[in-house]
């Protein structure tokens, strides 16, 4: 759970209290996250992506979607898909019945793992720093 507590930090400084933010670094893709509805049970959705243009069509490369949730003594963020359309790559787990059921066509990819080392590399690559330009959209 600890993990899931630093997605909903990350996730929640990169935000800064918006619904939608592109950030721009010098040299990288630029970063969008952007709150996107509420799932089944009323949690709150949060998309974080990369895009790319490929014959006039948005490509994701890659999104990943978190269930951003309240704890009695925080927020966490529970990476619940990651999709790249350049790979043709989805990994998610479905909502069904009340009940979570993972659906990994590639077995080995772990989307907490993917989560660790994108927000790792979104560190290296300065998304988190002050002189990252900030573009709020909502």
């Given at each position: 759970?600890?993990?899931?507590?630093?997605?909903?930090?990350?996730?929640?400084?990169?935000?800064?209290?918006?619904?939608?933010?592109?950030?721009?670094?010098?040299?990288?893709?630029?970063?969008?996250?952007?709150?996107?509805?509420?799932?089944?049970?009323?949690?709150?959705?949060v998309s974080l992506c990369h895009y790319r243009e490929q014959n006039g069509?948005?490509?994701?490369?890659?999104?990943?979607?978190?269930?951003?949730?309240?704890?009695?003594?925080?927020?966490?963020?529970?990476?619940?898909?990651?999709?790249?359309?350049?790979?043709?790559?989805?990994?998610?787990?479905?909502?069904?019945?009340?009940?979570?059921?993972?659906?990994?066509?590639?077995?080995?990819?772990?989307?907490?793992?993917?989560?660790?080392?994108?927000?790792?590399?979104?560190?290296?690559?300065?998304?988190?720093?002050?002189?990252a330009q900030r573009d709020i959209l909502a």
């Open positions: 759970m600890k993990i899931y507590e630093e997605f909903a930090k990350y996730l929640t400084q990169l935000l800064g209290g918006s619904n939608a933010v592109r950030i721009t670094v010098s040299g990288y893709l630029p970063l969008s996250i952007e709150k996107i509805g509420m799932s089944e049970d009323g949690t709150r959705l069509d948005l490509m994701r490369d890659p999104d990943m979607v978190f269930l951003l949730y309240d704890l009695p003594d925080g927020t966490a963020a529970e990476p619940i898909s990651f999709r790249n359309d350049y790979l043709g790559l989805e990994v998610c787990e479905s909502h069904g019945a009340g009940s979570r059921t993972h659906e990994f066509p590639h077995p080995k990819l772990d989307v907490a793992d993917l989560a660790q080392t994108w927000f790792a590399t979104l560190h290296e690559q300065g998304f988190f720093e002050p002189t």
